[in-house]
């Protein structure tokens, strides 16, 4: 009985993620490599984008963006920060 329980402690909790557009079910291995939004026929295969943040001659940031949305206001504000 002890032992029983154990063993069921001990099986890995699969935490399930679902895709936003079809609500199926995001494979494991999928979710292990970060895309917990979409599934595989849903992924827009976004690439990662760095962006460089200049605070000064020597201090500057990368950041890296993953998300779509977040990548494209960035650029927007990058360009307008380059035409003024
Ligand atoms: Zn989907």
Redesign the pocket.
Known sequence: MLKKIKLHLLTPIKIMKY??????PIHERRVKLGYTD?????SDAFKYVGFVAGAGKVDYQVTVVRNKETAEHMQKLLVTRGAS
């Open positions: 895709c936003k557009v079809c609500n199926k979409t599934c595989v026929d849903h």
